[in-house]
């Protein structure tokens, strides 16, 4: 992750340089809380890294936890960015079975990046001492991706492709077939249990497949 020389920067006015000070915070302490830990990070060299005075540091953020608020809520929009990316046209069992596999593979090639899943250890170590951390990464995180696909189910629902009572149950059915299993093992075991992009895959094809065994419309069978 490449940090920029923000201090030296003196060809922007004043609010350009605010912003990349701010970046460049900000980048600076992704890599030292995902490299330390929450408890083991300091202020001191999240400034060093970042090429401003610690005290320009406590300008832009009141607090360590706020500024690992800040990490998180970066790291997680852009993976919400990146993740749900609309639906798009689909109006036979052939095209939502694609759509599917693609969502699902996007999700999990992302969600187990290594840097989301040390964000996650380290909101859950913290969730004792800081409760908030841990509501704020549920709701930008599973919550979030329940509520899209929840919407999606239901505008698929309307064209008879999918058949349920409750489309936040399905969503959440979906979610934790293609998740469960490849997050626990990385949660536990670290980088090393990250699956191969062919193993996504075949593991994204086998849940879709039990997903679409209780939720496929009749009218596509």
């Known amino acids: 992750m490449l940090i920029p020389a923000v201090e030296a920067d003196l060809a922007h006015g004043p609010g350009k340089r605010s912003e990349r000070k701010h970046a460049a915070i900000v980048s600076a302490a992704a890599e030292v809380f995902l490299g330390t830990g929450y408890a083991g990070a300091s202020m001191d060299e999240i400034a060093s890294r970042s090429g401003v005075s610690k005290q320009t ?17 970066q790291m997680m929009g852009e993976a919400d960015t990146a993740v749900h990316t609309g639906l798009p046209n689909v109006e036979d069992r052939s095209q939502l079975e694609a759509y ?12 187990l990046t290594p840097g989301l899943m040390q964000l ?16 704020a990464l549920y ?16 505008q698929l629902a309307d064209k008879n492709l999918l058949q349920f009572s409750d489309a936040t149950v399905a969503a959440s059915q979906f979610n934790w077939l293609v998740m469960a299993d490849p997050v626990n093992r990385v949660m ?19 849940a879709i497949a039990t997903f679409l065994a ?4 009749p009218d596509q069978r």
């Open 57 to 73: 540091v406590y300008k832009h953020f009141s607090s360590k936890e706020a500024l690992f608020a800040a990490v998180m809520s």
């Open 100 to 111: 599917l596999l693609d969502y699902a593979v996007r999700q999990l090639t992302i969600v």
């Open 120 to 135: 996650r250890r380290l909101v859950i170590a913290e969730a004792r001492r800081f409760p908030e951390l841990a509501k």
């Open 139 to 154: 709701a930008r995180g599973p919550a979030r991706a329940l509520e899209v696909m929840g919407s999606a189910f239901e």
């Open 188 to 206: 536990m075991l670290g980088d090393e249990a990250i699956p191969t992009q062919q193993e996504i895959r075949r593991h994204a094809e086998a």
């Open 214 to 217: 209780a939720f496929l419309h």
